[in-house]
């Protein structure tokens, strides 16, 4: 049974570091601010959601697997708000110019 | 193998440590000197001490950075279109902070190969404390001297924040933190995140006692909390006269000495604890010092008096 939680660990985690490279990479390449968040933000959201849950299993007892649950939703809602607004600043500083 | 990401840590901290220094304008090397903070505390992180990466993360990359970005906003108003410091003056400011560098990396590497430690003496000692954590332990019961003198510096600098204020709007609020045009999005983290971060802030310091947190990390969380509803507009920075606002800024401090001096009669001297009751007393003191830690970095941030008192 450890072997199937390892394997799913190593699974999650792994998809999850791909989407945080492919994030980087959008990051690094795309040509302006509302694509490079467009990439930043898959990352965060998805990369992040699939390392926690590949972490899940992992944790010593029921209260740490609830603090990365916890941290995950701080994150996905951190990461969510700051994109809106990364988005709104930019929108308007276009319209306004 | 398991050097490798330690090394490029190593080299990221470089990087952005260079990216701060070189930097043409200043903006954007406060923000390099924001992602050397964050690095700096994963530093901390990897050698351990998770208290310190805490306090890093929260006070070095977060409430510093802010600072100094409303520094840069502030001095971008005044001095527009004045020209820079001479040559002489940056070549002067240079060399003094390599110098500086070199004499610290001098000391920190040629000292003994193992430097001398009072840590095992900690650790044999410290379940006379009666607390968990050692860091709280030696903050708040072997030098609580420099604790104490720490929180006395934090007072002195928002003395200094509000002395910056003109004398016609003395005692007033500091300047709104609102943004000319509402935005939507921040409302709703002010709405929503300040429950959950307060829940976070009270939790960081009630566990410093046993386990990585304390005063500064949950107070500056406490802080951050306030700064963020005032942010949004959804409260105003209250008036600097005020007299609830000064008595909590001084109310950690205050409690502090005075439970310093009880220490003649009730222990074995100043800052001393009676056996027993160390732990009550200390968690006591993190709770009131907390309060006011929180109140000095929020106003802190906030800047000094911008608007006439009603």
Avoid at chain 2, 47 to 71: N, Q
Avoid at chain 2, 134 to 145: D, E, K
Avoid at chain 2, 171 to 192: D, M, N, V, W
Avoid at chain 2, 212 to 219: H, I, L
Wanted: hydrophobic share 55%; with cysteine; proline share 5%.
């Amino acid at each position: 049974m450890t072997m199937f939680w390892d394997a799913m660990t190593i699974v999650f985690v792994s998809t999850g570091v791909f989407f945080f490279l492919a994030g980087t990479v959008g990051l690094l390449r795309f040509p302006d601010t509302l694509t490079r968040l467009h990439a930043l933000t898959k990352a965060d959201t998805l990369g992040f959601g699939l390392i926690a849950i590949g972490l899940l299993p992992q944790s010593a007892d029921v209260r740490v697997g609830l603090k990365l649950l916890v941290i995950w939703l701080i994150l996905q809602f951190a990461g969510a708000c700051s994109g809106q607004l990364i988005a709104q600043f930019e929108h308007r500083s276009r319209h306004s110019s | 193998m398991s050097m490798l990401p330690d090394l490029l840590l190593v080299m990221l901290v470089l990087g952005a440590a260079l990216w701060t220094v070189a930097a043409r304008d200043r903006r954007s090397s406060v923000i390099g000197f924001i992602a050397l903070g964050l690095l700096l505390a994963l530093v901390w992180m990897r050698l351990y001490a998770v208290d310190v990466a805490l306090t890093e993360a929260a006070v070095g990359g977060g409430a510093t950075g802010l600072l100094l970005l409303r520094a840069c906003a502030r001095l971008d108003s005044i001095d527009a279109g004045k020209p820079s410091a001479g040559r002489t003056l940056q070549l002067l400011i240079g060399f003094c902070c390599a110098a500086m560098g070199v004499g610290i990396a001098a000391a920190a590497l040629g000292g003994p190969d193992l430097p001398p430690t009072l840590a095992p003496a900690v650790a044999a000692n410290i379940d006379a404390v009666g607390l968990g954590n050692p860091v709280t332990v030696v903050l708040l019961a072997y030098r609580a001297i420099d604790t104490l003198l720490e929180k006395i510096v934090l007072i002195a600098a928002l003395v200094g924040v509000w002395s910056l204020a003109p004398d016609d709007v003395w005692g007033g609020p500091p300047a709104s933190l609102k943004l000319a045009k509402a935005s939507e999005p921040l409302t709703f983290l002010a709405q929503i995140l300040p429950p959950v971060g307060f829940v976070i802030g009270v939790y960081l310091i009630w566990n410093g006692a046993d386990e990585p947190g304390g005063t500064f990390q949950g107070g500056t969380v406490l802080a951050a909390m306030w700064l963020l509803v005032m942010l949004a507009g959804l409260a105003e920075p209250p008036e600097t006269r005020r007299a609830l606002l000064q008595y909590l800024v001084v109310f950690g401090p205050a409690v502090f000495l005075i439970s310093g001096f009880s220490g003649f009669w009730l222990a074995e001297g100043f800052l001393s604890y009676p056996t027993g009751f160390a732990k009550t007393m200390i968690v006591a003191l993190e709770v009131a010092l907390a309060l006011s830690i929180a109140v000095i970095v929020a106003m802190m941030l906030a800047g000094p008096s911008a608007r006439t008192p009603r």
